[in-house]
T-cell receptor, first 114, second 112 residues
Framework: AQKVTQAQTEISVVEKEDVTLDCVYE???????LFWYKQPPSGELVFLIR??????QNEISGRYSWNFQKSTSSFNFTITASQVVDSAVYFC???????????FGTGTKLQVIP | GAGVSQSPSNKVTEKGKDVELRCDPI?????LYWYRQSLGQGLEFLIY????????KSGLPSDRFSAERTGGSVSTLTIQRTQQEDSAVYLC??????????FGPGTRLTVT
């Protein structure tokens, strides 16, 4: 069985603060893929990043960065200098390297206050 | 290019009626997924297609739910004898295998 836990239900930060969204996963597969998606108030889910289990390099894309640590089964997401437009629900997801569906976490609602 | 489209965008139905929800994936995407999202909740996986076959149906909540995919493209999710607890937004996504999913805008189903 696989599981994705996003323990933070809601986070509020003031604009320009940094914020980290936590994601912890469980899987018995040795090959798997991890994702982050953003769901703004408009409702449509937007892909942010994909990482495979063999690549533990951290990644930075503009104000976004991701820290993948296999040893702790975590794939955390940091937004630097947050902006109001970052306000959304963020989902972490896990896909096994086999013909099975994708498991999403319950999401973290981020509110950035101006 | 065109993204994932879903129809109808909204559906109101009476309890006990059957409904069909349609998904048109991105052309060339072999994987197709159906999810359900209740108000303020996360995404509940329903079913996954690879081509026309469904290797993972583990998320379908009851035998009232079924789905099919034809020609490796369009998929239909059917809910028979709808119940009020079926009210939710039904999301479809497509992808290349093991790649990121692209989501449609969803169908909001309301069962009265």
């Amino acid at each position: 069985a696989q599981k994705v836990t996003q323990a933070q239900t809601e986070i509020s930060v003031v604009e320009k603060e940094d914020v980290t969204l936590d994601c912890v996963y469980e899987t018995r597969d040795t090959t798997y893929y991890l994702f982050w998606y953003k769901q703004p108030p408009s409702g449509e889910l937007v892909f942010l990043i994909r990482r495979n289990s063999f690549d533990e390099q951290n990644e930075i894309s503009g104000r976004y960065s991701w820290n993948f640590q296999k040893s702790t089964s975590s794939f955390n997401f940091t937004i630097t200098a947050s902006q109001v437009v970052d306000s959304a629900v963020y989902f972490c997801a896990l896909s096994p390297g086999a013909e099975r569906g994708v498991t999403f976490g319950t999401g973290t609602k981020l509110q950035v206050i101006p | 290019g065109a993204g994932v489209s879903q129809s109808p965008s909204n559906k109101v139905t009476e309890k006990g009626k059957d409904v069909e929800l349609r998904c048109d994936p991105i052309s060339g995407h072999t994987a197709l997924y159906w999810y359900r999202q209740s108000l303020g909740q996360g995404l509940e996986f329903l079913i996954y297609f690879q081509g026309n076959s469904a290797p993972d149906k583990s998320g379908l909540p009851s035998d009232r739910f079924s789905a099919e995919r034809t020609g490796g493209s369009v998929s239909t999710l059917t809910i028979q004898r709808t119940q009020q607890e079926d009210s939710a937004v039904y999301l479809c996504a497509s992808s290349l295998i093991f790649r990121e999913q692209y989501f449609g805008p969803g169908t909001r189903l309301t069962v009265t």
